[in-house]
């Protein structure tokens, strides 16, 4: 057996203390095997060791939920039996160094989380960022991610239904790739991943073992230098097809009463899967390696136990369904392998060509991995600056041109139509819109699902960027007529060594946290990925946010774009004119001081769950929240996917007309609506305390603000596709 | 009506094809690749997916499964046959449609609402469509560039096999209407019999307007009318 020593350690990562605790726990020197376990199960991505203390406070529970944080998803009720099943995931470094295979094993990855607790999955977000255009790698990076991404999920058949592609230069050394998968299942039939039972046989299903991935997680959890195109070979290969074939066998078996418990072989492969089981179950487990498949002969020990092949799932099963589950996994041509057993001594013992190569307490990996309080400087909300000389030369219609065609703000169809967003027939709305819906299959109810985070504003003020991220979300679901239930995070960051990057996940939280509790909006899943910064330039912090909410009734679905000429269009919320961190400042001026739009919880639940009342009351033809670029952008996006024109007249408005268009004021929503029903409208928006203003009409063809401009529809729309097809095709 | 949806590895429209079919009354019967046994149908359908992953080239691999000789062997009772997208794929791959179907000329991958002209409604998969009609159907796929030699491509024009054109709105068949670079836009053929049938679009992914459309029907309706004459 290999001998190890401190310089081994710290080549696996593993600081000085860690490894003194280390042998501590032993009570002897790790041989290299059980090194290079420690170093995959104590490093950050796997055990949170920096987040951990904090992630604590996040609200996890409330009637909605079934299953919190700890699982491989998060798991709420959606009334009559049915469950919703749901999780983030980043792959951020991999997919720099690789993107096709980094973005598609992310897909992949999410897809196991989902359908590992006994869900179909039945849609795929992401969220995706990259660095500026001119960046000579982003091209290169984003047609590899977005083809990674559709591979991925298009071949094994989960439609890709909505997700957010953005650009800023803090991307250019370290872009994310965030997946999300949302699944379905019934509530009486959920799969978790304890493990019980002495005895019980521990079984090994899917691809076989080979030498990719190894140490990835660990990769994972570093900063970047110059060379980090070197770890290329610690990138996963997926194959979606094979994911396919495992996920029709793994919902195959668990129709049947088989299975004890059941964990996919994610980050660190089967170290983390047999030692989570184990350790959740409080038992020990005993695997043979000679048992494990491989792809590749004579694979030592160490490179079987943190392989991360994709594809791969660990099952508990009954003892006396082997042959029962074998004959499932055969007819699929999927490897069907039992390596081992549960036992009672608390250790993960690994024994290998009749030696036992490794013996580690279970709970020194899992439970009492290290956790850190780091220390952490909070960030001050920056002061407003005199922006009159900078707005001073601003022409509202070349701005808008501009914004238009700028490639935050450009229509993203170049994006999503590589992704297949129709497969399984349930997708009734489209990339493009407020959130996604997806009919909850057979039913008339739908789920919503959207994802957002404005990392602008979060590095402007971390606390209330987060809260931001949050309530948009929470804005956009009920934009669709949904009411808002419950969000997974997934939480980018620097390197949280340094005090005011671990500031800036202390403050997110925080503001998450905030806003979760007070919209009742618990956080079920999640993810963290920190060390996100190349040569010590971090990325802004960026905690995006997936939020799940239930349509009880798909009649009540409601769309943005425009339906009928001669509506009125009302602004509902309070406009302040809030321009610092805007569209206009940030992307346009490049002006990036001062502070983020201020969250109001009180007016943000007030007004959304008024909207909500408009919209199952049947009142409204259209409703859009308004968000990056102001009232103006969303009008133009109501008028574009309407193929419809507005006449807007600011003539008794109490702002300036750049603030008021322009501004990113938050809480606020558009409403389209008939005549007949202003009156009842007005009268809820008032009953209920809440600020409205008519602003104009819909109307046939052009988008004109009287006596500031008036643009052809048409052209609006040729302007906004432009940017992705001439960026990639230069 | 029955019919017979083959399930290959790999394969992902086939729960949505049986799906449409039941909202048609069409009844399904889903049937493994492994069998060695058709059931009594008038139709087999090769629904869409990654059959095998598209590994060595799309479809090549299912073409070669056990139950494709069962196909043939339905096809030559001049029984139908229709295949959506990676079925048509499967049906060019096994010879019994010929042509190749080639990598989209963007090489991307496009899943988008597009329009196709009716050229053909003398067959029993249009028969219930006007001729020259659009169509509202989305395509999802990689390689849907379809390419055939000119003799050949001479004879698919003498015997109407050209059956879907893509276009645009208003019916117009040009190099825009055009999503994947598919010679002289063609988007679905017969055999010269008209009882094989592929086409690129999913009418499976358009039966119902909540989902954005349900141009999908006369297709379905066709069948459904073949069926009982």
Not at chain 1, 41 to 54: G, P
Not at chain 1, 528 to 534: C, I, P
Not at chain 2, 60 to 71: F, L
Request: glycine residues 8%; aromatic residues 8%; contains cysteine.
């Amino acid at each position: 057996m290999e001998e190890t020593n401190l310089d081994i350690a710290v080549k696996h990562g593993i600081k000085k203390e860690e490894f003194k605790k280390i042998i501590k726990i032993m009570g002897r020197k790790p041989n290299l095997v059980e090194l290079g376990i420690f170093s995959a199960m104590w490093n950050e991505h796997c055990s949170y060791k920096s987040s951990r203390v904090w992630l604590k406070t996040l609200p996890t529970k409330n009637k909605n939920v079934i299953q919190g944080p700890g699982e491989n998803a998060g798991v709420v009720d959606f009334g009559n039996g049915d469950a919703v099943i749901f999780k983030i995931e980043s792959h951020n470094h991999p997919s720099f160094i690789e993107p096709y295979q980094g973005a598609a094993t992310g897909v992949g990855g999410i897809l196991r989380d989902v359908f590992t607790m006994g869900a179909r999955p039945v849609a795929n977000l992401n969220s995706i960022r990259f660095g500026s255009p001119k960046h000579p790698k982003t091209k290169y990076l984003l047609n590899g991610v977005v083809s990674g991404i559709g591979g991925y999920g298009n071949c094994i058949g989960v439609p890709t239904v909505g997700g957010e592609t953005e650009f800023d230069d803090c991307y250019n050394g370290n872009i994310l790739v965030n997946a999300m998968n949302v699944g379905i299942a019934k509530k009486n039939k959920i799969f978790y991943s304890v493990a019980s039972g002495i005895g019980n046989p521990v079984v090994y299903v899917g691809s076989k073992t080979g030498r990719d991935g190894i140490h990835g997680a660990t990769m994972a959890s570093t900063a970047f230098d110059l060379d980090s195109h070197e770890k290329k070979p610690t990138v996963q290969v997926g194959d979606p097809f094979t994911e396919k074939l495992l996920l029709e066998a793994c919902l195959e078996l668990m129709k049947s009463k088989c299975i004890i418990s059941i964990q996919d072989m994610g980050a660190a492969g089967l170290t983390s899967s047999s030692i989570e089981m184990a350790s959740k179950g409080n038992l020990g487990i005993r695997i043979n390696l000679n048992k494990v498949p491989c792809r590749e002969q004579n694979m030592s020990a160490y490179e079987i136990m943190l392989s991360e092949s994709q594809e791969r799932m660990l099952i508990i099963l009954k003892k006396g369904k082997e042959n029962f589950a074998k004959k499932i996994f055969d007819k699929w041509g999927l490897d069907f392998s039992i390596i081992g057993e549960l036992t009672y001594t608390k250790k993960l013992e690994i024994e290998y060509n009749n030696e036992i190569v490794g013996s580690i307490p279970i709970h020194a990996l899992g439970k009492n991995a290290p956790k850190y309080k780091r220390p952490w400087i909070s960030h001050k909300l920056p002061k407003k600056k005199d922006l009159k000389k900078i707005l001073k030369k601003i022409k509202i219609k070349d701005v808008l041109l501009k914004l238009l065609s700028h490639h935050n703000f450009s229509n993203k169809s170049w994006v999503w139509e590589q992704y297949d967003h129709m497969v399984m027939t349930d997708t009734v709305q489209a990339p493009g819109g407020n959130s996604a819906v997806v009919r909850y299959h057979k039913k008339n109810k739908g789920i919503a699902a959207t994802i957002d985070c404005t990392p602008k504003y979060c590095f402007a003020h971390p606390y209330t960027g987060s809260m931001q991220a949050v309530c948009e979300t929470w804005r956009n679901l009920i934009s669709v007529g949904a009411q808002p239930i419950a969000i997974t995070n997934c939480l980018n960051f620097g390197n949280p060594e340094r005090k005011e990057i671990m500031g800036q996940l202390v403050d997110s939280i925080r503001g998450i946290k905030d806003a979760c509790k007070f919209l009742n909006y618990p956080v079920v899943s999640g993810n963290v990925s920190l060390y996100n910064e190349t040569n010590g330039q971090s990325i802004y912090p960026t905690p995006t946010i997936g939020g799940i909410g239930l349509l009880k009734n798909l009649k009540s679905m409601i769309t943005f774009n425009f339906k009928e000429v001669d509506n009125h269009i009302m602004i509902v919320g309070d406009t302040k004119g809030h321009l610092h961190q805007s569209a206009l400042l940030y992307d346009i001026l490049e002006y990036k001081d001062g502070p983020p739009p201020e969250i109001n919880l009180k007016k943000e639940r007030k007004n959304g769950l008024c909207v909500q009342q408009l919209i199952q009351k049947n009142l409204l033809k259209s409703v859009h929240d308004i968000s990056h670029g102001g009232i103006i952008i969303s009008l133009a996006e109501m008028c574009m996917s309407g193929s419809m024109g507005c006449k807007i007249e600011l003539n008794n408005i109490y702002l300036n007309k750049i603030n008021y268009l322009f501004g990113e004021d938050q809480g606020r929503y558009i409403l389209e609506f008939n005549n007949k029903n202003k009156l009842k409208i007005i009268n809820i928006l008032k009953k209920n305390g809440i600020k409205f203003e008519i602003i104009g009409k819909t109307q046939k063809s052009n988008f004109e603000v009287q006596e500031v401009l008036k643009i052809p529809i048409t052209k609006l729309t040729k302007i906004n596709n432009n940017w992705f097809k001439k960026f990639t095709l230069n | 009506m029955k019919a017979a949806v083959i399930v290959f590895p790999g394969s992902n429209c086939d729960r949505d094809i049986k799906i449409a079919l039941k909202r048609f009354n069409i009844k399904p019967i889903m049937v493994w690749h492994n069998d060695t046994f058709l059931p009594k149908v008038d139709l087999v359908i090769l629904p869409g997916g990654f059959s095998y992953g598209d590994y060595l080239r799309c479809g090549s691999i299912a073409s070669k499964s056990k139950i494709m000789s069962e196909v043939i062997k339905h096809t030559k009772k001049n029984k139908l046959v229709l295949g959506i997208c990676n079925g048509f794929q499967i049906l060019v791959e096994s010879g019994l449609l010929p042509g190749v179907l080639m990598r989209n000329h963007n090489l991307k991958f496009i899943c988008k609402n597009i329009y196709v002209k009716v050229i053909n409604n003398k067959t029993p998969f249009t028969s219930k469509i006007k001729k020259n009609e659009v169509l509202k159907i989305p395509i999802a796929h990689n390689e849907g560039n379809y390419f055939i030699d000119k003799k050949n491509l001479k004879k698919l024009k003498t015997n109407n096999q050209i059956i879907l054109q893509y276009c645009n709105e208003k019916g117009l068949v040009n190099k825009e209407s055009n999503p994947n670079g598919s010679l002289i836009n063609i988007a679905g053929i017969t055999n010269t019999t008209f009882n094989v049938f592929g086409l690129m679009p999913h009418p499976e992914r358009a039966y119902d307007s909540l989902l954005g459309g349900d141009n999908g029907k006369y297709i379905f309706n066709s069948l459904l009318n073949y069926g009982r004459n």
